[in-house]
Each structure stands twice: as structure tokens, then as C-alpha cells.
């Protein structure tokens, strides 16, 4: 694709005392800029004209001549936005509560379906998720912005993004802008640097990407301490440790949001923050996650709530920067059983307790809170990830939008249909009404308006593409990326100093078998069983002599994962007679749960005639038990040389059954295989630390509660050392640093 979008003409239009205004033509937009004020942005075609007014110049959005408050940049967000949701309609209120389900961009024009969100759904908080390429989503995302900027007051569309600057490429978000984009390890990854200029680092890169992609709401930080070992979501929190998670959602949320040189800290280069999930979601029964209603329940057995709100009460909520608190807030799908005083169990979003009782009267939080995804639709099973209604399933959708509202939500995640939210609305009029129901809901307008205001999109929503395509994925921030990815690998184990081994050794790096799995997303859909190298072999040999002869070989090198098996629920347990529910193990080894809970703490759904959710003497097995078994006959293969192993938790394992097998011992949470090479070769130092505990065996795991941190036994090696929170290896030794000193709990 040609660049044609270069400055066709630059005019001086008026020169002032102080202010000197200027015009840029691009082939998308037009964009005036002023010395004594901020660029703004427009499409000639969409009926807005820029006003010129005190020698300042304005974007008359709603396009009567004048120049409303909220049009008038001088103001603060907070009257702009109180201007404005005065202004709008219902019907147009209810269009800002909506956010869209995942929207993927492989073309430079939106599709019928956006197109008719925004025109007649009136929607406008849009979330990206696939791109084709950096270049093609700006181009998507002004075309975006010119319909919306046609449409009555102008409002322009708030792009957003759940985390996108993964090492991988090849799903809904880590595709990031066609994989061309800074990365950087995944969550559990950055928590093991427990580095706070890394954290700075990244979350103001990314949010340089963000912006210059047109994406103005990060749906992150993920802030749940991850307190049970066996929850599917451990990879993307920043642990189970509160003093890590909050020193990190607090240093997260200020880099992303704040713009350098702002006094309030908000302007062009600020992404909002959605911090979640409120009030944590890392406390699932028995480890299963609310995606699936198997799952719904989050139970507090050692009594400790209160921890899992310090993430945000003390970080993402009490920020050190200008902006003060993250922009919004999205609470998790669980039930927080026993927690409402009222002895009401329904999902956080439909809590006024946890919402309003506690976040906004509470802890003082006034910004948006938006439901996660799809809460509101029906569910027709209990193995099937559709709508999230936990605890109100009884109720109509219509009746759902109204209690979501009730509790204090001022927007629906992944609904893109506003019938439902102004049936709320005349609900609310039957209940409290008219009067009660207009101040509600221009309440929640008011709040959504001003995260607009900001970030500084109303005045230009619009993006150059050229410089786009320039700053996404650029070289200083890539490298950056991969520093951090050098950084976030923990050495767990280096018997006799057996690493850094020299480049130039041979190496004996056998196949990987696949299993057949089954993802996060869809259940339903596994994969096929197949060997395969783990890393690509062209890229060993820039490091080492390759063999298949384990005789010839100077050391084995192993890429392996934690085990993975069920999710706490099987579909064959039912077909077998059962209630479904089985153990989550953290062991390749087959697993029988002789000492689980006899009576669950929660339970009971509309769907089952049962409350009672034990699993215990039930079995789980794991998808990739050969990793296991590979590690043990590459050892007997090897005998008295070396066997280095790298691993990639997606959570705690049992290292009891692969350490006394290893050499070497790698961990890596989402990093490039060349960072593990860098490091095994001596290029880099060891530098993480365990961001979690690694568990003696699953009696551990399955007596530990879980709403506790640090709570299980941990693994012992063959050296002696300890696979506790905060523990690593470099070459010197044990880290003892100032990180170790400040966060270890042992």
C-alpha cells in the first residue's frame, strides 16, 4: 500500500499575539494546529468546522455555530463532561453503556456490523482485538472515528484493547498489531523482574503503542492476586503476594495513564485504565474459574477478603501521579460467596453491596464501572462459556441490565444492543421514577464522557498512519521488550554450575510431543496430537552443534510445560453418573483426590439438582504427562551429562517430578526461545525471582485456602534450596538483593 498520507499543505491562518494557528491536510482528516492550544483533529466531511473564538480555535461538534461548554478545551474534563451528558439523550446514554464484543480489523474499512453499532446502536466504546497490521488499523480507526464524528454532538468512538504486547502472535489480543508490536513477557512474567522501572517501562511503551494505534482504554492491569495455585487465569495476574501486586498496579496504572509534562497528568499520550477484576477473582473453589458456571463461585475460607482488595484500595485506586486513580473498574464474573452481609450471592456485577457498599461509598471510587464480558445473556450449560448471569439467572435480560445499573455498573461488557439497557431505564422509572432514573443514568454518561475528555479525543480522535507504522514495534522499544524478557527468567536450579554451557557444544534437542489439548476460549475445540520441535532448530545452531545422537551430545536441552488437565468440571464424570466436578492437579502424574473437602463451601445452580460439589476420590490426568516422561528418559539417555530443562508455567507444577532429572532448570513465563538461549550460553545473568510458590505435592495444593497466599509447603531440591516466593538462582548463587529483602516472605 502507497503512503499517501503525507501533509499536503501547511497555512498560516491566523497569527496572534501568543497563538499561531496552522492547517495540516492528511488524506483521512485535517488537523489545525495551535501554539497556545491543543491540535485538533476533523473530517471535512462529516459536517464539523472548526470555530475560531478569544484567537483560540474550537471543533463546533455539534455544529450549531457556537461554542458549547463542551466543546470549549479551556474547561475541565469534569465540566465538559457534565455538559454534554445534560445534553444527550437516553437513547444516546444508553449507546455509551455498551461495549462491544471483540472486533478483529483486516481491513482499512469498518464492516457493516460496526458501522451499524455506531449509527444505530449509537455505541461507542469499541474493543480491538486481531489486527492485520499496525498501518491498517490506523487507517480502520480514523475511517471509524469520521462516521462517528458526523453523528449528532460529534462524539467520537473510545478504542480499547485487552493486553496485547505478548512474545506470541497468534491469538485474539497477542496478535497485538500483526505481531508487530514491542514485546514483553506475560503478567506472571513482568512480576518475576520484581522491577518497578521495568513495570514503569513497559506500561508507558505500550501505552505510546496504544495511542499511536488509536486505542485510548487498556482493559488491564489484571490486579487478582492469584491465591489459588490451580486457577487458569495465575498467568495473567502479577501474583498471589499483595506487597508485589500492589506496588505494581500502582506503578502500572500511572505510566499508562499519565502523559509526561501534564499537570493533571491526562492528555494525548494517556491510555485509561480498567483495572480487574473487582473484588478479585483468584479465589475460586477448588481452582475453577467463573468463565464456565462450574466456576461461579469465589470463597473465602481463611477469611481474607480484605488482602485481595489491596491491589486496588492501595494501588490501582491511590496512585502516586496526577491522574490519582485508575479510570474505571471492571468487576470479575465469580459470586463472592458469604461476603454481602445481606446473605445475597449473585456475581460482583450485580452486587450493589460489592459495587456500590464497598468501591464507590467505601473506597471513594467515582469512575466507570464496566461488567466483564456478556454477563447478562443466558447460559445453557454448565460446560459452556456463553453468558456469565451467576445468581440472577431467574431474572430477564432486561431485568439483568437493570440490576447490573441497581448495583452500580455504568456499562455492559461485550453487549452491543441498547433495547435492553432503556428497558433498565423505564424500569427504573416504574421503580424510583422518572426524576431518579435521569440523574442515574446521566450519572454513569458523566463518567464515561469524561475518560473521553481526558485523553484528549474529542479534540483529535485521529492517528497519522506513517507515524503508526513507524513508532508500533519500533527498534528501541522492541529491545526493550526483550530485555525485559531476559530479565523475567528465573533460574530455579544449576547443579555444580553446570550453566552458562558454551556456544559451539553439542546438544542433544529431541522432538516435543503435542498432545491433543484444550483451550481457554474454546472447550469444545482440542487440538491434534503431534511431535514438533519446541524451538526452531535454525536457531539453536546459532548457538550450538545439533545431534540425534544423545552418545554424541555435549548436553540434552528440553522444552517442556506445566501440566495441563481438567478444569475442575468433566462432561465424562456426568456421562459416568456424576456430578461433574473433578480435581485440578498440578502434577503430569494421574491424581485421585483422597483428601478434598467432602461438603464445597458453595454450590448449587438452576441447571443441577445438587449443591454439594466435592470431587473428592475423583481423578484428573494431564494432557501432556509425556513432557514428564521425556525429561525422564532423556536423563537415562544422557547419564552423567548434563539435561537442561526449560520450562513455561502457565502456573504452579510439582517440580518433584522433573527436577531430580535436571541439571538445569529454566523458567520462562511467555518469552522468545532466543531469551532462554541468552541466557543458557552466558550472554545474560539470571535475574527473576519465583513469582509464586511451587508446592511440595498436590496434598499441599489441595489443603492450602484459597483466599490465602504463601500458604503451601514448598519443594526442596536436590541442592538444598527451596522453590519459594521470591527465590532465584544467578551465577553468583542465591539472590539476596534489595528485591529479595523487600518482597520474600521466608
Not at 452500580?408 to 439497557?421: A, L, S, V, Y
Not at 506513517?466 to 528501541?476: D, F, I, L, R
Request: charged content about 20%.
Amino acid at each position: 500500500m502507497k503512503h499517501s498520507h503525507i501533509v499536503l499543505i501547511v497555512l498560516v491562518l491566523l497569527t496572534a499575539c501568543k497563538n499561531t494557528i496552522t492547517e495540516q491536510r492528511y488524506s483521512q482528516f485535517i488537523l489545525i494546529q495551535q501554539t497556545q492550544g491543543p491540535d485538533l483533529g476533523y473530517n471535512p466531511l462529516s459536517g464539523v468546522s472548526i470555530l475560531y473564538q478569544d484567537d483560540y480555535a474550537f471543533k463546533d461538534l455539534n455544529q450549531n455555530g457556537e461554542l458549547d461548554i463542551y466543546e470549549d478545551w479551556r474547561e475541565t474534563p469534569s465540566k465538559r463532561a457534565q455538559d454534554l451528558a445534560q445534553q444527550i439523550s437516553i437513547e444516546q446514554i444508553a449507546g455509551l453503556m455498551l461495549y462491544s464484543p471483540h472486533m478483529v480489523v483486516n481491513d482499512s474499512v469498518p464492516n457493516e456490523k460496526i458501522t451499524a453499532c455506531l449509527l444505530q446502536d449509537q455505541m461507542r466504546h469499541i474493543l480491538v482485538t486481531k489486527v492485520k497490521n499496525a498501518y491498517t488499523a490506523a487507517l480502520w480507526h480514523n475511517n471509524l472515528q469520521a462516521i462517528a464524528e458526523a453523528q449528532p454532538f460529534g462524539i467520537p468512538t473510545n478504542n480499547s484493547s485487552d493486553p496485547r504486547n505478548y512474545t506470541e502472535a497468534d491469538g485474539e489480543f497477542n496478535a497485538g498489531s500483526g505481531g508487530d508490536i514491542s514485546q514483553w513477557p506475560r503478567e506472571i512474567g513482568l512480576a518475576a523482574t520484581f522491577d518497578m522501572d521495568i513495570i514503569h517501562r513497559h506500561a508507558h511503551i505500550a501505552s505510546i503503542e496504544y495511542r499511536a494505534l488509536g486505542i485510548t482504554t487498556t482493559l488491564s492491569p489484571q490486579i487478582d492476586l492469584s491465591t489459588d495455585p490451580r486457577w487458569r487465569r495465575f498467568y495473567g495476574t502479577f501474583s498471589e503476594d499483595a506487597d508485589l501486586c500492589t506496588d505494581i498496579a500502582r506503578v502500572y496504572t500511572d505510566a499508562f495513564q499519565t502523559t509526561p509534562g501534564s499537570p493533571t497528568g491526562w492528555g494525548n499520550l494517556s491510555v485509561n485504565c480498567m483495572a480487574k477484576h473487582w473484588p478479585g477473582g483468584g479465589t475460586g473453589e477448588g481452582g475453577r474459574d467463573a468463565h464456565y458456571c462450574f466456576g461461579q463461585y469465589g470463597v473465602y475460607p481463611g477469611n481474607n477478603f480484605e488482602e485481595h482488595l489491596l491491589p486496588f484500595t492501595q494501588g490501582a485506586l491511590q496512585l502516586d501521579g496526577p491522574t490519582s486513580s485508575a479510570a474505571a473498574i471492571m468487576p470479575y464474573y465469580t459470586i463472592s460467596y458469604g461476603i454481602d452481609p445481606s446473605g445475597e450471592n449473585v456475581a460482583n456485577g450485580y452486587s450493589r453491596y460489592i459495587i456500590t457498599d464497598l468501591l464507590r461509598e467505601k473506597y471513594g471510587f467515582n469512575g466507570v464501572v464496566c461488567t466483564d464480558w456478556i454477563i447478562t445473556a443466558d447460559n445453557p450449560s454448565v460446560e459452556t462459556m456463553n453468558g456469565k448471569p451467576w445468581g440472577v439467572e431467574h431474572l430477564s435480560v432486561e431485568e439483568r441490565h437493570f440490576q447490573a445499573i441497581y448495583a452500580g455498573c455504568d456499562q455492559f461488557g461485550g453487549n452491543d444492543d441498547k433495547q435492553p439497557i432503556l428497558a433498565a431505564y423505564q424500569l427504573w422509572c416504574q421503580r424510583f421514577g422518572k426524576e431518579s432514573a435521569e440523574q442515574r443514568f446521566r450519572a454513569s454518561a458523566q463518567r464515561l464522557l469524561l475518560n473521553f475528555f481526558r485523553v484528549g479525543v474529542f479534540e483529535n480522535p485521529y492517528v497519522d498512519p506513517n507515524y503508526t507504522a513507524q513508532v508500533v514495534g519500533c527498534k528501541e522499544f522492541v529491545e526493550e521488550g526483550y530485555d525485559a524478557q531476559l530479565k523475567s527468567i528465573v533460574m530455579l536450579k544449576n547443579h555444580q554450575q553446570v550453566m552458562p554451557i558454551k556456544k559451539g557444544a553439542k546438544v542433544y534437542f529431541p522432538k516435543r510431543y503435542y498432545p491433543a489439548s484444550i483451550g481457554f476460549f474454546s472447550r469444545h475445540q482440542p487440538n491434534i496430537a503431534h511431535y514438533d520441535w519446541q524451538i526452531d532448530t535454525a536457531l539453536i545452531k546459532q548457538y550450538y552443534q545439533l545431534t540425534d545422537n544423545p552418545d554424541e551430545a555435549d548436553f540434552a536441552l528440553l522444552y517442556i510445560f506445566s501440566p495441563e488437565g481438567n478444569w475442575g468440571y468433566s462432561e465424562k464424570d456426568v456421562q459416568q453418573g456424576g456430578t461433574g466436578y473433578v480435581p485440578i492437579s498440578l502434577q503430569y502424574e494421574d491424581y485421585t483426590a483422597t483428601n478434598a473437602r467432602a461438603q464445597s463451601i458453595a454450590g448449587g445452580d438452576i441447571k443441577e439438582s445438587f449443591t454439594n460439589r466435592t470431587y473428592l476420590g475423583k481423578s484428573d490426568y494431564s494432557y501432556n504427562r509425556y513432557d514428564m516422561l521425556q525429561v525422564i528418559q532423556t536423563k537415562q539417555l544422557m547419564g552423567d551429562k548434563p539435561v537442561i530443562v526449560l520450562v513455561q508455567p502457565a502456573r504452579p507444577f510439582i517440580p518433584a517430578e522433573i527436577e531430580p532429572y535436571s541439571d538445569g532448570l529454566l523458567l520462562g513465563f511467555g518469552v522468545k526461545d532466543q531469551a532462554y538461549l541468552d541466557i543458557l550460553c552466558g550472554d545474560a545473568e539470571p535475574y527473576g525471582l519465583l513469582p509464586m510458590q511451587l508446592p511440595k505435592d498436590m496434598h499441599t495444593v489441595e489443603t492450602q485456602l484459597e483466599d490465602v497466599a504463601h500458604d503451601m509447603e514448598c519443594y526442596t531440591d536436590a541442592d538444598g534450596h527451596i522453590y519459594d516466593f521470591a527465590f532465584g538462582l544467578n551465577w553468583h548463587g542465591i539472590i539476596r538483593d534489595a528485591r529479595v529483602k523487600k518482597y520474600a516472605k521466608h
